[in-house]
């Protein structure tokens, strides 16, 4: 049976009894108080047991509780598919895909959704919400539905359509909020407490960092070893918060000698975390930021980061950074992504492969390097976030003639 040793606050660093508290250090309040789960990690040393069904459930040595309370369904144990091709192209030595496109709602959102839901369940609440660019509320809405417990949903209005599809399908209660992502989190929160709803939101419920950091988990597993380093897209921090913690933890339990560089990236637009870590850099204290956001990858336009403590402090501590990128860059590595590695995501789950081109150019990167990118989102959840400006395929007579033309035309 896993139990947590206790919670603290990343700032402060007062602790406090497992389940005491849900979400923050009362002391230094959201966002700066948002909590870290710890274990007794010296008892972990064994390792985890080989399971029949694989998903972020065999690691239950390091969660906050175990499979008893979870739903049926499966996060977690998601391929990692070697990329020969762009290591030769690249100069380096080593790429791989960890493909979290692949989870029942289609984003890397599903890890912290599945943890924190069985954690509503193990406190007994009745009901969940969370405020959502539109994954983690279509993982949520997911979730709820499977275990049968109504969710509320906030999202901004410039959610994707697919989303919202999955959200309704799902049979969450939806509110799209006339307003900013930021705006609709806010409202969340004020809500979840007024109704006494167990929130789910990004950054805000630790819980969700502890189911993240199993990505890190099945990336040391697969390799057999940790790699060089390690690439995540950044909105609120919640899952490169995850991605580092569970490196970290590897080490704390003796079952990993090091950890990776773990690199964050963000759009130019909506950089407000890689602009704290460079203050961060600089000597000067992690505050609360708040910065406009403009990207067209939805999952990663942020401007108050809910988890820019740890996800600042935790990068810092793997000796990894942040790298900004544009949206053309988003998208182009998106297409080359699909075209060349047949992986098809969503912008911001692109994004690891933009950076990686931007680590390698300016030498961060380099021949001795093995490199895993994080693929969080899949393509189908903003079709047309992707597809802007790709050609429309032609329409051709139903003969075999015309084919011959049309094939005459194919590169
Ligand atoms: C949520 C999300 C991210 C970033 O996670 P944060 O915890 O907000 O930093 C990246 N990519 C996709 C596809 C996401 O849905
Ligand atoms: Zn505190």
Avoid at 274 to 288: M, T, V
Avoid at 338 to 367: D, N, T
Wanted: charge should be neutral.
């Amino acid at each position: 049976m896993p139990e947590p040793k206790s919670l603290r606050c990343p700032t402060c660093g007062r602790e406090f009894p497992p389940w005491s508290v849900d979400y923050f250090c009362p002391d230094c309040g959201f966002p700066a108080g948002n909590l870290e789960v710890l274990y007794p990690y010296v008892q972990v040393g064994l390792g985890f047991p080989r399971a029949e069904a694989f998903s972020l459930w065999r690691y239950e040595a390091l969660l906050p509780v175990g499979e008893e309370h979870a739903v049926p369904l499966r996060a977690g144990g998601t391929p990692l598919y070697p990329w020969p091709k762009a290591a030769r192209k690249l100069g380096l030595g080593g790429v791989w895909i960890k493909d979290d496109t692949l989870q029942p709602t289609a984003s890397c959102k599903d890890r912290g959704t599945a943890l924190a839901v069985a954690v509503a369940r193990k406190l007994g609440r009745k009901a969940l919400s969370c405020a959502s660019t539109g994954n983690a509320a279509s993982s949520l809405a997911g979730f709820c539905a499977a275990g049968g417990i109504p969710c509320y949903i906030f999202v901004p209005k410039a959610a994707p359509a697919p989303k919202i599809a999955q959200l309704m399908a799902f049979g969450a209660h939806v509110f799209r909020v006339d307003g900013t992502y930021d705006q609709a989190f806010s409202l969340a929160l004020a809500a979840s407490q007024e109704f006494g709803w167990y929130n789910r939101s990004d950054g805000l419920n630790p819980m969700v960092v502890e189911g993240n950091k199993t990505v890190s988990f099945e990336i040391w597993e697969g390799l057999g070893e940790v790699p060089e380093a390690v690439v995540v897209a950044v909105g609120d921090g919640a899952v490169i918060a995850g991605v580092c913690k569970g490196f970290l933890e590897l080490r704390a339990a003796g079952l990993a000698s090091r950890v990776p560089r773990v690199f964050g990236v963000q759009a130019a637009g909506a950089a407000a975390v890689a602009h704290a870590f460079g203050r961060y850099q600089r000597g000067e204290p992690i505050l609360p930021a708040e910065e406009p956001a403009d990207t067209l990858a939805d999952s990663i336009r942020v401007g108050k980061p809910a988890d820019v403590v740890k996800a600042v402090k935790y990068v810092a501590e793997t000796a990894g950074g942040y790298v900004t990128v544009s949206d053309e860059e988003l998208l182009s590595a998106a297409r080359d992504l699909a075209s060349q590695a047949g992986v098809f995501a969503e912008p911001a789950g692109a994004a690891p492969y933009a950076a990686l081109l931007r680590l390698v150019k300016e030498g961060i990167l380099g021949r001795e390097d093995r490199v895993v990118l994080i693929i969080t989102g899949s393509g189908l959840k903003d079709p047309q976030g992707v597809t802007q400006g790709l050609p429309e395929p032609p329409l051709i007579r139903p003969d075999l003639e015309a084919v011959r033309k049309a094939v005459e035309k194919c590169a």
